[in-house]
């Protein structure tokens, strides 16, 4: 069964502060994963891609990286601010005739002053 | 224009009403998305358009219709809901011939809906 999991499923933390926010899937076949914000609200926003064959990207403050071969990625906050605060969600893409996105539960940081 | 812009923001209707949700992108895009979203979930998948054709239909039930009547509107129309039906409608869009490494969707902001 496709699954994404995401761990934890929420954070808190102070400003400042990094953090790692982990994905685990048991999708096949994967063609890519993807890392969204989304605020309170809001429709998620990208933050990363990754195929198969990159194993990490970043995006400023953001860095996300990817094993393929255990089926897990982390993403990285580095230097955390209060506008982080959000939900953070791991995208998996499968292709199986069409695309299909198995998104994740999810994790929700706090970031604190 | 890199936005995909919902309408209306909020939405109240009652169980007998028929509204419709709105959903528009100038990018060029050919392939749109409805997503419905509940408190604390992931969003889940209703609908794929690819080409203004509909190509994905995740089961949802005949209350919910979509079409898509050019290549830069979504309409999600709305007709005797429940009120478990209440959630937050995201629409989305992605890039033509993109590929596999490039497919990132753009999401809008959102109908926050209330069934009655």
């Known amino acids: 069964k496709n699954q994404v999991e995401q761990s934890p499923q929420s954070l808190i933390i102070l400003e400042g502060k990094n953090c790692t926010l982990q994905c685990n899937y048991t999708v096949s076949p994967f063609s890519n994963l993807r890392w969204y914000k989304q605020d309170t609200g809001r429709g998620p926003v990208s933050l990363t891609i990754?195929?198969?064959?990159?194993n990490t990207k970043s995006n400023g403050r953001y860095t996300a990286t990817l094993d393929a071969d255990t089926k897990q990625s982390s993403l990285h906050i580095t230097a955390s601010q209060l506008s982080d605060s959000a939900s953070y969600i791991c995208?998996?893409?499968?292709?199986?005739?069409?695309?299909?996105?198995?998104f994740g539960t999810g994790t929700r940081l706090k970031v604190l002053a | 224009d890199t936005e995909v812009t919902q309408t209306p923001k909020h939405l109240v209707m009652g169980m007998t009403n028929k509204k419709s949700l709105k959903c528009e992108q100038h990018?060029?895009?050919?392939?749109m998305y409805w997503y419905k979203q509940k408190a604390k979930k992931p969003p889940e998948l209703m609908f794929v358009y690819s080409y203004e054709k509909l190509s994905i239909n995740e089961s949802v039930p005949s209350r919910f219709s979509p079409e898509c009547p050019n290549s830069s509107l979504l309409n999600l129309h709305l007709h005797a809901l429940q009120p478990e039906d209440s959630a937050l409608y995201l629409c989305?869009?992605?890039?033509?011939?993109?590929?596999?490494?490039?497919?990132?969707?753009?999401f809008g902001a959102g109908t926050r809906l209330s069934v009655l």
């Open positions: 990754m195929t198969f064959s990159e």
């Open positions: 989305a869009s992605s890039p033509p011939g993109a590929g596999v490494a490039k497919n990132i969707q753009y």
């Open positions: 990018m060029g895009h050919r392939a």
């Open positions: 995208v998996v893409s499968v292709i199986s005739g069409t695309y299909k996105y198995i």
